[in-house]
């Protein structure tokens, strides 16, 4: 991963937006047991004042400005600052109260001293353009210093993070882009949530995430989360298993050289998922995720393969491994009279009976059973 650091560099100026700085400092303690990113946005908030933030929000996106001032008024006044800013962005623009300039820039002002981007970004123009205040190059100039200076050090902050892998430490971060929309940041939140590295994991909550994701136009995250989505539904990760919806997902990806859902795609062909088994196009997806330019090099999928570097690692094992079983289920069943292939042992069957062994499955132990009772 320290290797990839011009990778990461080039990837936060997309990953990194707007926001409270101050959105997820109390969620870093995991040693918490109650600890759980999802609720945690900003300093000192509960549960109760993540879900207020959350309905005024929805409120406002569906043009209820009553309901959305009725929920971030309080908040306001007892110092969030996501509130303060949206409150003074309700002041400015005559959201649900009459337009004045002067109030939105003292909501704006509380947000802004608690190191709130937006916020900040506003006064400078306030004092710019002369909205609420008298007009004050300087005040401006002064502002955007800030906005600059911080916006600095939150991309430091969260280069470091990634570097020591604590994932926990960007939660907050990511899923305030991924609320705005922020393809990677979906993704990213989703495979997070998925793997369970340094949050709870959480088939659901990645899923959420990930369907975000992949219905976007963004190249590298609509491949991983795909994938992913491929993954969650052919295992029945959080869903009923639902193999036809696994294959929708698997072949979007794959098509655009998802490792992933290549190996994906060969499995279900080869044990007969969801599709009639085809030893043929198994072995085709098998070799196409094994095959050195299917590998997530850094300047295909960036972030997400200097992050997880093992995945695809550990699935191109997998599809070699299947590979080779599957040569030999091959070879066996042109062997076998056609009067006894029907009691010919499929690979499932075989994987099957090295789990009732007591071998966990995608072990190397587990592949070990799995070729000796192919021997």
Known sequence: MRKLLPILLLTLAVLLGSGSANASDHCEDTNNPRYDPTECEQEDAGPSVQLKLEKAGAAYKRGDNATALKEWRPLAKQ?????QDKLGWMYEHGKGVPQDYSTALKWYKLAAEQD????ISRVADFYHNGWGVDKNYEMSRKWNRRASALSKTKKMKFLHALKRGDYAAIVGELKTLAKQGNANSQAFLG?????GKDVPQNY?????WLKLAAEQPSYSSSVRAQSFLGLIYAEGQGVTKNYETALKWFRLAAKKGGVVAQFGLGEMYHKGLGVPRDYETAEKWYKLAIAPQSVSTPN????????????DMKVQAQAKNNLRILKKEISKLKLQPKDKKSNFLSLEAIENKCTELGFTKGTEKHGDCVMKLYK
């Open 191 to 195: 495979m997070l949530y998925y793997e």
């Open 300 to 311: 295909r999928s960036n972030l997400f393969t200097v992050l997880f570097p093992a995945f």
């Open 204 to 208: 659901e909550t990645a899923r959420k």
């Open 79 to 83: 110092g969030n600052a996501d509130a």
């Open 116 to 119: 709130h981007l937006d916020a």
